[in-house]
């Protein structure tokens, strides 16, 4: 089985027509894009206009094609758009919403978590602690949650936070392949140590609960995002954890992505 691995497009059409080309240039079976789907440019309140206006038809492009399209929003996506965005998916067989779900594709299960840990940044819509014991970053100023009449602004962020389950507390909740050897999991967040979680100011801002979690389990590859330049600065887009290999493309002019092929365990980064 090939797969095609991109991330963080933001509503870039011309990197959206690129995956289409790639998937068919390369032969993919399926595609996972790994979260931040939508524009993030301008009114946010407008992304629902991308979903029915554009990804509509990109998903509808790979449904005719017969290519698989793994996919969910990230924490640069309002989540009130979430029903629309799952609605849309639901309208096509080889479309999955794959947030907090598993999947499954021949012997392969595809299982995804988009829940980020915290930012300085304001929006909080997908935002969790790490672990119980998780020191907050400096904030940029109070904390936005998305609702249908705009914004709600969070008196208080730390506590509302500490109310919510931490990305530890998520992990346990997501469904268990049947075989983890075969299994890959599509977290937005990646985890920290490994160098593909370095901001350009050079904070490691990865996840200690996810690198706790794949030291534990072991799937096959797990598939992160999130951190645009992390692989330009620390040099590294792919790190083995055990037996797990963890893949970082990283986003930034050009279109990146990553191809993969199950069969031979050969992964290659293009930077278009």
């Not at 799952?86 to 995804?112: M, N, W």
């Not at 999991?185 to 160098?195: D, E, N, S």
């Not at 794949?214 to 096959?220: F, I, R, S």
Request: proline share 4%.
């Amino acid at each position: 089985m090939k797969l095609l691995f991109t991330t963080d497009l933001h509503g870039c059409e011309w990197k959206y027509e690129r995956v289409f080309d790639v998937a068919k240039e390369i032969g993919a079976d399926a595609v996972i894009n790994g979260g931040d789907l939508l524009p993030k440019d301008g009114n946010l309140f407008a992304q629902d206009k991308f979903i029915t206006g554009y990804l509509d038809k990109h998903l509808a492009r790979f449904n005719s094609a017969g290519i698989y399209y793994l996919c969910y929003l990230g924490n640069d996506d309002l989540k009130i758009f979430d029903r629309l965005f799952e609605e849309t998916c639901s309208k096509y067989s080889f479309a999955v919403c794959l947030a907090q779900r598993k999947f499954k594709i021949e012997d392969f299960e595809f299982i995804g978590m988009n829940w980020v840990v915290d930012y300085p940044f304001r929006l909080k819509d997908r935002c969790r602690m790490d672990t119980d014991d998780y020191v907050f970053q400096e904030q940029f100023g109070s904390g936005l949650l998305s609702t249908p009449n705009g914004f709600q602004e969070l008196d208080n962020w730390f506590a509302y936070a500490k109310m919510l389950p931490t990305i530890e507390s998520e992990l346990k909740q997501l469904p268990c392949p049947e075989n983890v050897k075969n299994s890959i999991y599509v977290i937005h967040t990646p985890p920290y140590r490994l160098g593909l979680d370095k901001c350009s100011n050079g904070k490691e801002v990865g996840s200690e609960a996810i690198y706790n979690f794949l030291c534990k389990y072991q799937p096959m590859f797990s598939l992160h995002g999130h951190i645009h330049e992390s692989p330009d600065i620390t040099g590294h887009w792919h790190r083995k954890l055990g037996s797990t290999i963890c893949i970082q493309p990283g986003q930034l002019k050009g279109f990146t992505y990553v191809s993969i092929d199950l069969s031979s365990m050969k992964f290659n980064r293009v930077v278009e």
